[in-house]
């Protein structure tokens, strides 16, 4: 579609050209011919022809689907032009060398075939005037007949010259177009790949994180703490990393799209609170992320990503003093600005622009993981493009740095219901809430992360029943007893995924409202609709231990 638009466009543009300079062209010889006595009658047949097809040409050259048409009052104008110009004579003077720009302008409008049809009937209209035509008009101007043949030979050969410039051309642009083909296929089959490789790579990943969240939980003496603390650390740093990851490939995905929807601001800094509060403390830091009582119009995971990057990158980069988050207003009334500002160490001038390049990192030459990828502002520029967001960055060595966000500002409404990332925010709900004792029925396929799962639960004190598809986890229903709160992987065997399953425990159970919640590997978007659709909550592999507690806390207080 892209493509199809830019070539559209690439044509509007030479239409637009050749017609614009043919109308200035056209008129001054027009004007200049009016006032010269022998040519006069020449002058006002270039004059109506500019006025009556090159004009008209200019204006609908402006609208794509009249392009063809303005190539063709432009051609017709140039026959007629050139044409009075061979009857006053003008071959014999400059005007040869205009005519001969006609199989040129031909071929360079109409293309190959086209370009063959109107410079083979030019040239053989001027060889039957010659012949037939010029001796029955007696105000026509009269060649001699080695003018006449060097003409008619010497436009045959501006016409094969013209072809064969427009086939070299033609090459060209194939070839172009076909190394432009290639490289997107190439970029499409990578976004496939790692589509494909996403899930594969998140199920070991988010086991790992399990088991070690389970391994962290037990007692250890003094010499496996630090041993368990950098294991911790590293699997960590590996989720990081893979978030960044398919964040970043995600966006080239040919099913990302951007979903815009009214959301309160507060009901994104509620999230940036929690998510961000803990980890500035860790390094003295003082975090301000001011309520807002706005509203704004945005795709509101999307728009969450952006600000998860920006916070991180400030909380990083930032050794003392305070970090900044607020929603002002623009002048605009219909435009907010969300501000993040940090007391960091800056960013030089000569490296502003570089920081939004993939994999550039100012300090980091031996590739230290604790600094992350260097793909967070680069996902964060690319995501405010697909936005539409103007995202504006301003930096001082020393002094810190700030990132504006100008997003569509609307009107406050009445409750917020959507949630960041497909989780519903409950507001009031109590964080304390036991875990112990809670029955939780777990469907997973995959072995590893089945058992990781498992022992991590239960080391929460929940009861836990396993199932790996929908057949099995019906069989676990015992009369009387259901269970308390569902985790699902949303692929599984057997040809239902865990949305399906779900529903059947619910119409099983006969309860609408059970709660429970979906994990997966997969990016695709398809993925995300199917779940907050079906009323559930996503979460993303790898999965961190306290994000499934914590919604396990929220969706089993409301049973």
Known sequence: MLDQEARHSGRGRQVRTASGIGLVVALLFAVFNIFVARHTVLGLIELAACVLLVGPAVWLSRIPKWFSLAESLLLLASLIIFGALIVAGGIEGTGLFWVYTLPFLAFFLKGQKLGWVFSLAFLVGVALYFAWVEPLLHQAYVYSPVVRTQFVLSLGFYTLVAAAFNHVRSRYEAQLQKRQDE????????SRFLAAASHDLRQPAHALGMFVARLAALPQDAQTRPLVAGVEASVRALQDMLDSFFDYSRLDSPSMQVKPQDFAVEQLFAQLRTGFSEMAAAKGLRLHIRPSQRWLRSDLVLLHRVLLNLLNNAVQHTRQGCILVACRPCQDPTKARIEVWDSGIGIAAEHQELVFDEFFQVDNRERDRTKGLGLGLSIVQRSCQLLGHPLTMSSRIGVGTRFVLTVQQVARQAVATDAVGG???????????????????????????SQALRGLLESWGCRVAVADGAVSAAELLKPGETPDFVVSDYRLRGGQDGIDTIALLRQATGRADLPACVISGDTDA????????????????????GKLRSVMRRLAVEK
């Open 526 to 545: 398809a993925v995300r609709e199917r779940v907050q659709a079906a009323g559930l909550v996503l979460l993303q592999k790898p999965v961190r231990a």
């Open 183 to 190: 490289a997107v296929a190439a970029y499409q089959a990578k």
């Open 423 to 449: 989780e519903v925010l409950v507001a009031g709900m109590p964080q304390s809430a036991e875990l112990t004792g809670l029955r939780v029925f777990l469907i997973e396929d995959d072995a590893l992360g």
